[in-house]
């Protein structure tokens, strides 16, 4: 009766929430992305766990890149606390469309405009783009532009919508994308 009662547990314990793949380490939380292309998609991704690095990685589409970068990181790609989108050439709409229904990305989460993302995004990190996008928001130098106030504007009457822009020295004024 003790060795069935043994093999009970034993085998309950194999099959609840022993694995790893639920474990905060196993994953790489994407912090902020920066994407550009029309036929190839190319983005930098920038991680919560290591600021200083980021990853540039293509693909046919948003999916296939993000698969590349898991399978070049070994782990899979948490997007649903994402703070920053870096929007360089590409078919905004569809993007956005994509973070926010497919990859779950923060109803907060800020939109940016930069012809050079991903060095933008290399050489100023995360925290200071966030804190100057914040900054100019304040200052009215800027309209508020998280995701679904961007994809609004990108689907209403005007088809357009104004986003800070991203440059190597910071944040400047807006610019209108359709």
């Given at each position: 009766?003790?060795?069935?009662?043994?093999l009970?547990?034993m085998?309950?314990?194999?099959l609840?929430?022993?694995?790893?793949s639920?474990?905060?380490h196993?994953k790489?939380?994407?912090?902020?992305v920066?994407?550009?292309?029309?036929?190839?998609?190319?983005m930098?991704?920038a991680?919560?766990s290591?600021?200083?690095?980021?990853l540039?990685?293509?693909?046919?589409?948003l999916d296939s890149?993000?698969?590349?970068?898991e399978a070049?990181t070994?782990k899979?790609v948490?997007t649903?606390?994402t703070e920053?989108?870096?929007?360089g050439?590409?078919d905004?709409r569809d993007v956005?469309?994509?973070m926010?229904?497919?990859w779950k990305?923060s109803?907060s989460c800020?939109v940016?405009?930069s012809d050079?993302?991903?060095?933008?995004?290399?050489?100023?990190?995360?925290e200071?783009?966030s804190?100057?996008?914040?900054?100019?928001?304040k200052q009215g130098i800027?309209?508020d532009?998280?995701i679904v106030k961007?994809l609004?504007?990108?689907?209403?009457?005007?088809?357009?919508?104004?986003?800070?822009e991203?440059?190597m020295?910071?944040?400047?004024?807006g610019i209108?994308?359709?």
């Open positions: 009766m003790l060795k069935r009662m043994i009970i547990m085998t309950a314990a194999m609840t929430g022993c694995a790893s639920g474990l905060v196993d790489n939380y994407l912090r902020a920066s994407v550009s292309g029309r036929e190839n998609v190319e930098t991704l991680f919560f290591d600021e200083a690095e980021s540039s990685v293509s693909g046919k589409d890149a993000l698969r590349n970068a070049k070994g899979p948490f649903g606390y920053l989108v870096i929007l050439d590409c905004y956005l469309e994509e926010l229904n497919n990305v109803p800020k940016v405009y050079s993302g991903g060095a933008v995004l290399r050489k100023n990190g995360t200071l783009l804190g100057q996008i914040k900054q100019a928001e800027v309209r532009s998280n961007v609004e504007g990108l689907l209403g009457g005007q088809q357009s919508a104004e986003l800070p991203a440059e020295n910071g944040i400047s004024g209108m994308i359709s």
